[in-house]
Every structure is written in C-alpha cells, then in structure tokens.
C-alpha cells in the first residue's frame, strides 16, 4: 500500500486540498435555507404554479437526471464531435476522436488487410495482429495502460496539448525496430495515437486528434451505469427494441470509456432486429465468481425514431449477466446477438470466454 | 467523516460544519475548486429537501457525500481542469521537483474515469476502507479494488510519477 504513488497521491491530494475553503455563496446556502423555511407557504405556491404553467426544460433536465442516468441523458451542451472535413472519416477511441481519409480502412474485429491505410485498435478486438506494424501507412489506437501503449506512451516526450489540455508527443521504433512511429499520447483518457506514415502521405491525423463528449453516432465519451433507465416509449414497454428506428448507433465501452462506435447501416439494423425479436425470453443469471473481477466491458445501442424517445438498449458482452436490456424489457442474450452488436465495434472478450456463451 | 445527526442541530450550522469538508471533497472528484463548490451546493440544497421532510438520515456527512457521489458520477458534473501553455510552463520551471510531481499527479487524476476519480479520493485523501467506499457507492468492494488497481496502473504508466532519484515529498 505504500509504495511511491500512493504516497505521491496522499500527499498530492492533501495538498491540493487542505487549503480549500468554501466561499461565501456557500455559506448562503444555510442561509436561503432558512430564509426559505419562513416562506415555505410561498414557496408551495410557487411551485404549485410552476406545475401550472409546466416544468422548464431545466426542470426537466434536472428530473431525467435524477430518474434517469447518462445513457438517455440529454446531450444538450455537451461537446459534441465536429463533423468530419470533405473526404475523411472520424474515429472514436478511449475519450478522443480522430479524422482519417474516407477510404482508409477501419480495423473491426479481424485483422485488417494490409494493403490499404487503415486504422488498427491495439484493445483485444485484433488481437494477435494489432501489435504488428503493417507493411503501409497506419494508424494504431492502444490504451496507455496496455502493453502495447505502455511502449508507444514512453515515446511521447515532448509537451504537447490536445484542445488546449496537456499532452505528450514523440517519435520512435515500434517494438522490434522498425517501422518508426509518430506517437500521441493523451494523458486525459489514457488514449495513445500512433501513426506509421510509411507511404509519407503526410495527413495530419496527430493533428487532428479532439476530445468529444458525445461523438458522430451520438455515444457519450463516458459512462457510470450499463443499466438502462425505464423507456418513455409506451411500445418500448412489450417490445425490446421498437420497429422503425431511423438511426442506430452502438456505443462499445470498456471500464467506463467508450472505446468504439458505430452507426448501424439499413441492413444492419434489420438483421439485428430480427435477432432481438428472437431472443428468449428466458435470462441466464450471472455466474458468480467471475463477475467480480472482471473489468466492466458492453455495449449500448441507442435507437432514434422520427418521433418520441429515443430507445437504449445495454448488454453486458462479459456475462454479468447475459442479457440485454431497454430498462423494462429484459432478454437472453444469444452467441448470435453478441456477434451482431459488437461485430463492428470490437470485442475484448476479457473473460476469454467466447466459447462458452449462451446458444440459441 | 461519518456522524450522528445532532438533533439539536439545524440546516444551518450542518452547512457551516460541513462545508469545507464537502468543498474539499468535491474539489477533489472534479479536480476544480469552483466545480467542488457547485457541488457540494447541490447536494446540500438536495439535503436540505431531505431535512425538511425529517427524512434526513442518521449519518449526515456520509450521506451528504453520497449524494455528492451520485451526482458526480451520473455526469451532470463537466467542468474539467484545463491546463494553458502558462500552467505547464511555471511548473516546469519550479525548482522544487516535489511540487511539480503532485502538479503533474494531480492534473493526472483527472485523467481518470469518474469512478476510478472518486475511489482514489475517498481512499487517499479520505482515508476510508475499500469496505465503506463500497457503501457509499452502492457496489461490491471487488469493483472498488478493480477501479483503484485499474487508476493505479494507469497512474503508474506515466514517466512523470515514476520514482526518481532525489525526489523528495
């Protein structure tokens, strides 16, 4: 418990704290109290009339907020992703998105060919290729905590900023030599950026690297919950996932962070609706002992219609437990449904158990 | 931190008692003074409806930071610390390489997810047991140590808060 960096926390945190004082606004807050326990006829009034004339949309931010959490949660005032330039395409990763060319290839959950650019993310979704540098211009996306971004962050050694906030960058060797990197490493999320230009095409992706609280398909940055909040949708109540959406975006996150996103093509959202439709009913309970030292790892899929509520639908891909879920309707989660909602968004699979998921 | 209601004791002198504890406290979650005060604002005024319905519980402080918590953690909280060219420039600059590592520490906090955030603090600068961590957050004590071992892995990545040879704290 005492090695370097708790101690360094202790004494950083002390420091940084100890000395903070409320100011004087805090100390109205007593005070309004008090005031307000002598008007509280007049406040009764107040707020019979504000029931009146209907809740303001703080109001009403402020009640979803309370019944509801960040997964339907307004994004209204959050940063949202800038949309890409003509001719390139955004990238989600750990917090920070990043533009590429539209025709670069975007790494899914195989190893991605080698003979275009493409993006590769170094998160287990690729595994046993993502480590490699490809013979072509490449973009490798690691978690610094990882080994692979445990490597490429030690490169980074020079300040830098991302949107104005700290951040290193540097240049070096890949493990084993060669090709030599051009590393961004983003202390706020823990995401590093490497580019192998080897075609020297010369595109600023480095420099195009942003932070987004809310990215292109509409996935909030972080969340605290899988746990999906009571649909508004009346046929949300009896169905798992509505008929009609018109746009579906799944949000794959990893201990809070998302780490990859995806809009969900015409085709796409068919087949996986008939794939929910056909989940059972019955729900494979969690299997003790494995939850618990799992790291959090699923997928959210947020479903927009035309008119009224958006739908959520949460399913945790690491068994705890196998079902999926719109916050009143509950499903088995199926081999097949986890396939389709993580195909394009990666898969860790942190228990290493693939094999043993649920069947139909 | 953990307290009896005083019966004798009204909203106002729980806010003059608690106060800069929860300012701190709310400092350290957001990484931002002016944020941690907003805060520990809003849970109070959230207590204060609890105090008036005498449905406020038993423990006062721990369920002030409770609901500090839930608030935290549900995102309503954005403020995030920012960093100019300045602030990393006068750091640099300070000779004492002790102050410039718990500026660097501290501003690799709020590196962290929420959660982990919230562990680290409740655990070094509150003092508390994983065990009533896990209470006020409403999980199981594994998912505590989870985050602390996944924040301190992620802190230990970072050259800057490696040991090194005449640091001195």
Request: a neutral charge.
């Amino acid at each position: 418990m005492n090695d370097h960096l708790e101690t360094l926390l202790r004494s950083t945190l002390h420091d940084q704290l100890d000395q903070v004082q409320p100011s004087d606004e805090l100390a109205r807050v007593a005070a309004q109290r008090g005031s307000a326990r002598r008007r509280r006829a007049l406040v009764a009034i107040s707020a019979a009339a504000a029931a009146v004339v209907g809740l303001s949309t703080a109001g009403m931010a402020l009640l979803q907020s309370l019944n509801g959490d960040s997964l339907t949660a307004s994004t209204d005032g959050l940063r949202t992703a800038p949309a890409p330039p003509a001719g390139q395409q955004a990238v989600s990763f750990h917090g920070i998105q990043l533009f590429v060319p539209s025709d670069w290839a975007v790494g899914a959950s195989s190893c991605p060919g080698t003979g275009r650019p493409h993006v590769r993310f170094v998160d287990g979704a690729s595994a046993g290729c993502a480590e490699a540098p490809a013979p072509v211009t490449s973009v490798l996306l690691a978690d610094a905590s990882g080994q692979a971004g445990t490597h490429y962050a030690a490169l980074a050694t020079s300040p830098a900023f991302v949107d104005g906030k700290p951040a290193r960058r540097g240049r070096g060797p890949a493990p084993g030599g060669a090709p030599v990197a051009d590393v961004l490493l983003v202390p706020q999320t823990g995401a590093v950026v490497v580019v192998f230009d080897l075609e020297q095409a010369g595109f600023p992706v480095l420099d195009s690297v942003h932070f987004a609280e809310v990215d292109q398909v509409g996935c909030r940055d972080q969340i605290t919950t899988f746990v999906p909040p009571a649909p508004q949708r009346q046929d949300a109540r009896t169905e798992l996932l509505p008929g009609g959406p018109v746009r579906v975006g799944v949000c794959r996150y990893v201990d809070g962070w998302l780490m990859r996103s995806h809009e969900l093509a015409g085709a796409e959202i068919r087949g996986l609706q008939q794939l929910l439709g056909a989940a059972p009913i019955d729900v494979q309970t969690t299997r003790a002992g494995r939850c618990s030292v799992a790291q959090a790892e699923g997928v959210l899929l947020r479903a927009e219609y035309a008119t009224g509520e958006p739908v959520v639908l949460s399913a945790r891909i690491d068994g705890c437990p196998w079902q999926v879920s719109n916050g009143t309707v509950t499903r088995g989660l199926t081999g097949a449904l986890i396939t389709a909602l993580t195909d394009a968004v990666g898969h860790t699979n942190s228990l290493g158990n693939t094999g043993e998921l649920p069947t139909q | 931190m953990v307290s009896v209601r005083r019966t004798d004791e009204s909203f106002d002198d729980f806010v003059v008692r608690t106060g800069p504890a929860l300012v701190r406290f709310g400092t350290g979650l957001t990484g931002d003074r002016a944020a941690g005060e907003d805060l520990a604002q809003e849970a109070l005024t959230r207590c204060w409806s609890s105090w008036q319905r005498s449905s406020f519980p038993e423990h006062q402080d721990a369920y002030a930071r409770r609901v500090m918590l839930r608030i935290f953690l549900r995102g309503r909280e954005r403020t995030r610390p920012t960093a100019t060219a300045t602030d990393i420039a006068d750091r640099t600059d300070d000779p004492a390489a002790s102050v410039v590592e718990r500026d660097l520490c501290w501003h690799a906090l709020q590196g962290l997810s929420r959660a982990q955030r919230a562990v680290l603090v409740l655990r070094y600068y509150e003092d508390l047991p994983d065990e009533r961590i896990a209470d006020l957050l409403g999980c199981p004590t594994s998912t505590i140590r989870s985050h602390a071992a996944r924040a301190l892995a992620k802190l230990r990545t970072l050259d800057e808060l490696r040991p090194h040879p005449g640091a001195t704290r």
